[in-house]
Each structure stands twice: as C-alpha cells, then as structure tokens.
C-alpha cells in the first residue's frame, strides 16, 4: 500500500484497493472509461473472492481503483452487488461496464479475459458491480 493509498484510508476507512483489468493498457483504459462517465460497473469471476472475502464489493463502501503501478487514481461507491452466471448476464448490465456496444461484444472480450486469468465456463458464476464515481484523484495533491 503507498502512503497515498494510506491517507486516503482516513477519507474513506475500510476501502479496498483494486486495479481494472489485467494489462497496464487495459487498466488506463478502463480507468479512461470511468472518468467519462461510461464506465459504471465492473465484474470479476466470483473464484477471484475465494482467498480474500474481504475484497468482496459492499454496497455503500468506498474502494480505491489504482494506476497499474498502484498509485490511486479514483475512489469509487457500489450501489449494487449481483451474483451472476456468465450466461446470465444483460445487455444492461454488459453495457454499463461502458466497453462495447452490445451483449455479443462484452461475452466475446469478457470470454477471453477469464481466459487469459484463470479459465472460462459460460456457466461460470460473477460478481457483476455498480458503482459511482465519487472522486477522480488525477492532479489532486495526495
């Protein structure tokens, strides 16, 4: 943990930190997508939540989303907790991770992406999240 991510802990206690996706590109990229506002939910397969319950999303708990390289970058709040196969998903939902502009779009790079970590079953069970930007840490003195 930096002491960034220290000092944050006393604004918001009991958040996690977590980075999006599995590349330094990727993760840019979706961190991009929240700023814009497109971005308002994320998933993880529910395996991923095994070891550590702790990381678990909570409804009304704040959690950092760092940089690749673990600097702070937004500070988040779920709204919503779903517990969800793969096959299960919505279009509603697959949209409002704000990475494609369809279902078969997000089944396709969601598909590959469990892939690429740790497997993939279309009847694998996700832990799909909502969330609200609650404050982008770019340029703020930390």
């Known amino acids: 943990m930096t002491d960034d991510t220290e000092d944050l802990q006393d604004i918001y206690p009991g ?3 977590f980075r999006f996706g599995d ?12 700023r814009q ?3 308002t939910a994320t998933c993880g397969a529910a395996s991923e939540f095994a070891d550590d319950p702790d990381s678990m999303p ?3 708990r704040c959690d950092i989303a760092a940089n690749w390289d673990g600097t702070p970058a937004l500070v988040i709040r779920t709204t919503k907790v779903q517990h969800i196969r793969f096959c299960d998903v919505t279009e509603e939902m697959a949209l409002a991770e704000g990475e494609n502009d369809s279902l078969l779009g997000w089944r396709k790079d969601h598909k590959a992406y469990f892939k690429r970590n740790g497997g993939f079953d279309p009847e694998m069970m996700l832990v799909f999240e909502h969330f609200t930007l609650v404050e982008d840490l770019a340029g703020r003195a930390l």
């Not at 330094?24 to 979706?30: A, G, K, M, T």
């Open 23 to 34: 590349t330094p590109e990727l993760c840019q990229y979706l961190i991009g997508l929240v």
């Open 58 to 60: 909570v409804v009304g």
């Open 15 to 17: 958040a996690g930190t």
């Open 37 to 39: 506002r497109k971005k």
